[in-house]
């Protein structure tokens, strides 16, 4: 073999050493698992349902809808995992469906009915099957109203003209104590809307024997007016609630959301 030749072959093996180093040194790159999850969803969910209209005929019922915001990822989300619990239960997948369309930023499919609460998270997974953290859960509560859902024998319903809810007057001068005509599961709380003014009183809230707080209606303007009352979470309690008066003047109770 000639010194020319033995120095081409030698240039040849070198360079294949080379091309297989490289190989060997990329392949791991380019097989590099993603491991990376995407980012949380961010939820909206309208937390005080509105009331019905006064004049609304047919079934009292709501169906609160969510939307969020679309994950990041470093390559592509495939799905989103929604799943909604119920005071006293546990989170679980509405209708069994385990993930949904990585393009449906929302989800409508949950109905309540007077007076019930629900909470909701969502969270994304990439098309390598890395899942997020939850979204922040989001709550939700359908109102009672007097007329239709207070203890009739127990309650004076009044209302401000035509066209305008009914309120439950809360007063020492009537001998019944207002109280809502079934039990509520797992309440720490209370939203209602009162009627403030110089001529209002105050009441006591409670759910079964559990009180919750006292809501003060007396003010120098006269507006209604949303006040909440909690207690801690692990002191939820099932039952009526029961809106004792404290004084002689009234508070007018036109509409109250429980809280789960």
Aim: charged content about 25%; glycine content about 8%; proline content about 7%.
């Amino acid at each position: 073999m000639t010194g020319t030749t033995r120095h081409r072959l030698l240039g040849a093996i070198l360079s294949l050493a080379v091309a297989l180093t490289g190989l060997v040194v990329a392949a791991p790159m380019s097989a590099a698992a993603d491991t990376r999850p995407p980012s949380a969803p961010r939820v909206s969910l309208d937390r005080w349902l509105t009331p019905k209209k006064v004049h609304f005929s047919g079934t009292r019922q709501w169906r609160p809808r969510a939307t969020w915001t679309a994950a990041r990822d470093d390559r592509r989300v495939s799905g989103y995992q929604v799943q909604v619990k119920f005071p006293g239960g546990r989170w679980h997948r509405p209708h069994n469906r385990a993930w949904r369309s990585p393009d449906r930023l929302r989800y409508r499919g949950v109905v309540l009915n007077p007076g019930e609460q629900m909470c909701l998270r969502v969270r994304a997974r990439d098309q390598a099957g890395n899942v997020s953290a939850w979204s922040k859960r989001r709550c939700t509560s359908a109102p009672l109203v007097p007329l239709e859902d207070f203890d009739h024998d127990r309650t004076i319903v009044r209302d401000s003209g035509a066209g305008t809810h009914p309120f439950a007057v809360v007063s020492k001068r009537n001998k019944a104590v207002p109280r809502t005509d079934a039990r509520v599961s797992g309440v720490r709380g209370v939203r209602v809307s009162v009627r403030t003014g110089p001529s209002s009183g105050r009441m006591k809230v409670y759910v079964g024997k559990r009180y919750l707080g006292t809501v003060d209606a007396r003010s120098s303007t006269t507006r209604w007016r949303g006040v909440k009352l909690t207690i801690p979470a692990d002191q939820a309690r099932t039952g009526r609630l029961r809106f004792v008066p404290v004084t002689k003047k009234p508070v007018k109770v036109r509409f109250v959301w429980p809280i789960g």
